[in-house]
């Protein structure tokens, strides 16, 4: 009798913590990638700030091939893609500092790929492609110190977490096993890769600090040619930044996880119906939060060598209403936006949109701009070379 009371008190516990994740799963923020979401025009001066930036070009040293990189509270970081410069702005688009230490050097880089800037410490972090370290400067370039990472990073994805550590996504063992379901011939990868996906490493010497545990599915999220060949991986956001700290996303299992600043993790948002569940698949990117709405994005899984078109959505947390992006801007006649949650290595609650100056121009001659962006296009069409204009965009809270 004892032990048939001890069983169903074990069986009533395992019960209650079922039903108890079913709920807690059921009470997060959700998408239904089943159902059709009706379309929003929406005023972005309604839900936010937005400021235009010229990043002045007045010194043909800042003038720059690519886009913006990198933002901060107070400064904006862009990699000239044709130099591998890195340049420095104050938010108001004036220059402030640039360096190259491209080279072969123990103090250079062979290429700068991305770039983090810790603008409390000047600590710009600049990570050369298909590399097992990162390279440390200050922002005028004095070299500071190399970090080894554990290993050569295929594609992975970087946020600045916190005083001390650096949180990593790395791709190596997804890469590997899809590199082996795809080949004909048995592939053995001599390298040991590290225990997870995601993990934080030291700023100073890249030590593996803590590894981060999220649930994980063998799905297949790599695209092929339409004979069937595999082709690569499509670029999911895995890392972005948020107020309460960095939120976190393997696509495959189709929960966003939020990892707060005191290193827990609590599912914050997923999609539904499942991958498994759902024919054609349809992938989640990473979400957004900011202000009163939750940015998404959903992809159609494609098996072709096309890169899957996105659809935008934006989810107000008021009222829990989701419906299709098509954001306005009352300066701008005729050009709708969307907010691509993908955008990671920035500010937590700012975004921006990159404008084609051949486009403004254009615009502007159509007397299509009005108020701010109009004044600034004007005066900028009197220089013989332009940077682009970028729309900040400040969320209110």
């Known amino acids: 009798m004892k032990n048939e009371i001890v069983l169903y008190l074990v069986l009533s516990i395992l019960v209650i913590g079922c039903s108890s994740d079913k709920q807690s799963q059921e009470e997060l923020p959700f998408i239904d990638v089943s159902k059709e979401y009706p379309e929003k025009r929406i005023d972005l001066t309604n839900i936010a700030d937005v400021t235009y930036v ?43 500092s640039r360096f190259n230490r491209r080279g072969q050097g123990p103090e250079e880089y062979t290429d700068a790929a991305s770039v983090m800037y810790d603008e409390e410490k000047d600590d710009v972090f600049v990570s050369p492609d298909f590399s097992d ?11 500071k110190r190399k970090i080894t990472l554990p290993q050569i990073n295929i594609n992975g994805q970087m946020a600045l977490f916190d005083d ?23 592939i053995t990868f001599t390298e040991q890769v590290v225990d997870s996906s995601f993990f934080l ?41 948020c107020p309460e700290g960095l939120f976190l996303y393997n696509p495959e299992t189709d929960t966003v996880f939020l ?39 959903v992809y159609p899984y494609l098996e072709s060598g096309k890169s899957p078109s996105p659809k ?25 936006f ?44 009197k220089e013989e070379d332009a940077n682009n204009v970028f729309v900040f965009v400040d969320f209110h809270h």
């Open 259 to 297: 990892y707060n600043k005191d290193k827990s993790l609590t599912p914050y948002m997923h999609k539904k119906p499942l991958l498994s569940d759902y024919n054609p698949m349809t992938v989640m990117d990473i979400c957004m939060d900011v202000g009163r709405f939750q940015f998404m994005s």
């Open 133 to 143: 370290h990162i390279m440390v400067y200050s922002s005028a370039g004095a070299y």
């Open 338 to 381: 969307y907010i691509n949650p993908r955008l990671s290595n920035y500010y937590e609650k700012e975004y921006h949109f990159e404008l084609d100056f051949t486009e403004l121009e254009e615009a502007y001659n159509e007397n299509k701009l009005s108020g701010k962006l109009k004044e600034l296009v004007a005066s900028l069409l």
């Open 201 to 241: 490493i030291s700023k100073t010497d890249g030590a593996i600090l803590e590894y981060i545990q999220l649930p994980n599915k063998n799905i297949d999220l790599s695209y092929k040619d339409l004979g069937g060949a595999f082709i690569g991986q499509i670029s999911y956001g895995r890392v972005r930044k």
């Open 54 to 96: 010229h990043l002045s070009s007045k010194n043909d040293d800042y003038l720059f091939r690519g886009s913006i990189d990198y933002v901060t509270e107070n400064s904006i970081v862009v990699i000239d893609r044709s130099s591998h410069s890195l340049l420095f702005f104050s938010k108001d688009g004036n220059p402030t």
């Open 312 to 336: 935008y959505y934006m989810r107000d947390k008021e009222t829990g209403k989701i419906f299709r992006q098509k954001i306005t801007l009352p300066d701008y006649q005729g050009k709708d």
């Open 164 to 186: 001390q550590s650096i949180l990593v996504y790395d791709n190596t063992k997804l890469w590997q096993t899809i590199v082996q379901n795809n080949s004909a011939d048995k």
